[in-house]
């Protein structure tokens, strides 16, 4: 790609440059942290290059409003809020009904100087997943008023006891307010066979219906039957470690997304929305997912988006589940060959971008088929750590690894791949995949 001979960068967002030309190939475009922090032509050409298809609301929107030099969302104001962790003093006086106050410890993310090595990157990453408030949302604060919601709609502690992926942040008006952050739905201790806070599996306790639920005053599983059918329902409906984040007027349950590993999975969302080619593809992604998560009301600083994808990329896959396996993972080795599981889980990644379509896997076809993120197809998910991934299928609707390869269980949930083995195969398979 050529390069401006001179650029100009103030990490608050500013940048004077040249006018850079316009690639007519983006193919191969470097992974460049100064280009996709300054050049305008860059960034249009990684969306343009890795988005799969334009076929979408989610595409459309996107090529719209994003890599304008000057314009669209280029043109909002750069957010970094100066902000703390929401502490246990916090949840009393939410439940006392007193204003949230923004005390002292507030700090901000954007630093002086761009880091300088990977290590450097890959810390400020993991404060950027902690600690950056994606929006402010008076939703929280209402659930934190409800003596213990909290805790039992599956928000975790950090070892400091504060609330993870909550911060108290002072927004542009100079008011203290409360804002989620990734680490909600993406941060957990299960990744690894030594427990560690990260974000290598996604929170499988957090219930964000449940919680919306509390916040309306309905208390989750007991709802009258008038509302079974309504918005109230589907909140309902959706259980823990699922969410619903298509808003195209239909009940379209998602299993958040795990990021251990994410670095070498062949495409990006449950849709297969982004060939994720490189880091600048997941910076991408991640900023137009801070605009839009803010109501595009501004963006992150590049570098804090850059820093992100990084971190990401750093993350391994989660462990296996079983590390002493034993002789009958080594049959379920050979099961899992003979099966022909290896076309789409090829190892040693387990994963691979062949194209599956949503008839083909004959899953629930909603989220595959919403105008929002269609894309005709669902990725194709590592298997690596995935005894430790439940629920399974991207909708989340099987509970483990026994319930997925239940001979008695519906073939109309799709994935029938596995249901016709006799049991002692079916039992080899399960040991192998605890395994690896």
């Known amino acids: 790609m050529?390069?401006?001979?001179?650029?100009?960068?103030?990490?608050?967002?500013?940048?004077v440059l040249p006018a850079c030309p316009q690639p007519e190939v983006w193919e191969d475009l470097p992974d460049d942290p100064l280009a996709y922090i300054a050049e305008a032509s860059y960034r249009r050409g990684i969306l343009e290059r890795d988005l799969t298809t334009q076929d979408n609301l989610y595409a459309a929107e996107r090529l719209e409003r994003y890599g304008l030099e000057g314009q669209g969302w280029d043109a909002l104001p750069v957010l970094d809020f100066p902000s703390r962790p929401f502490t246990d003093e916090d949840i009393d006086a939410a439940v006392a009904g007193e204003p949230i106050a923004a005390g002292s410890g507030l700090t901000t993310l954007t630093p002086e100087t761009l880091p300088e090595t990977e290590q450097e990157w890959i810390a400020l990453g993991?404060?950027?997943?902690?600690?950056?408030?994606?929006?402010s949302e008076g939703?929280?604060?209402?659930?934190?008023?409800?003596?213990?919601?909290?805790?039992?709609?599956?928000w975790l502690r950090d070892e400091d006891g504060a609330t993870v992926g909550l911060r108290v942040f002072v927004d542009g008006d100079g008011v203290a307010r409360i804002g989620n952050t990734c680490a909600q739905c993406h941060a957990s201790y299960g990744g690894r066979q030594e427990p560690e806070l990260d974000g290598i599996l996604s929170n499988r306790a957090m219930n964000v219906g449940a919680a919306r639920l509390l916040t309306m005053g309905l208390t989750p599983g007991e709802l009258p039957p008038e509302m079974d059918?309504?918005?109230?329902?589907?909140?309902?409906?959706?259980?823990?470690?699922?969410?619903?984040?298509?808003?195209?007027?239909?009940?379209?349950?998602?299993?958040?997304?795990?990021?251990?590993?994410?670095?070498?999975?062949p495409s990006l969302h449950h849709n297969r929305n982004w060939h994720n080619r490189?880091?600048?593809?997941?910076?991408?992604?991640?900023?137009?997912?801070?605009?839009?998560?803010?109501?595009?009301?501004?963006?992150?600083?590049?570098?804090?988006?850059?820093?992100?994808?990084?971190?990401?990329?750093?993350?391994?896959?989660?462990e296996p589940l079983d590390a002493d396996p034993g002789l009958a993972a080594a049959r379920g080795a050979e099961v899992f060959e003979e099966a022909?599981?290896?076309?789409?889980?090829?190892?040693?990644?387990?994963?691979?971008?062949?194209?599956?379509?949503?008839?083909?896997?004959g899953t629930d076809p909603s989220a595959g088929l919403s105008p929002v993120r269609w894309s005709g197809s669902y990725r194709i998910p590592s298997l690596r750590g995935v005894g430790r991934t439940a629920p399974y299928l991207h909708d989340g609707r099987f509970p483990s690894l026994e319930a997925l390869f239940d001979a008695k269980r519906s073939r109309d949930a799709g994935h029938v791949h596995g249901l016709d083995l006799d049991r002692a195969d079916r039992d080899a398979l399960l040991a192998f995949l605890r395994s690896i």
């Open 2 to 15: 050529p390069r401006c001979s001179s650029i100009a960068i103030l990490l608050a967002g500013i940048a």
């Open 126 to 135: 993991r404060r950027v997943f902690f600690e950056y408030p994606l929006r």
């Open 139 to 154: 939703t929280y604060t209402v659930l934190a008023g409800v003596p213990g919601a909290l805790d039992a709609t599956g």
């Open 229 to 265: 059918s309504t918005l109230a329902g589907d909140l309902d409906r959706l259980g823990p470690g699922r969410a619903d984040v298509l808003s195209d007027g239909q009940f379209n349950p998602y299993a958040f997304p795990d990021f251990g590993g994410l670095g070498q999975m």
């Open 278 to 318: 490189q880091t600048a593809t997941l910076a991408v992604r991640c900023e137009t997912l801070f605009i839009t998560a803010s109501g595009a009301r501004g963006r992150i600083p590049r570098v804090l988006s850059w820093a992100l994808a990084v971190w990401q990329r750093s993350l391994p896959a989660p």
């Open 340 to 361: 022909s599981c290896d076309a789409c889980h090829a190892p040693p990644l387990y994963t691979s971008d062949v194209v599956v379509s949503v008839e083909s896997i």
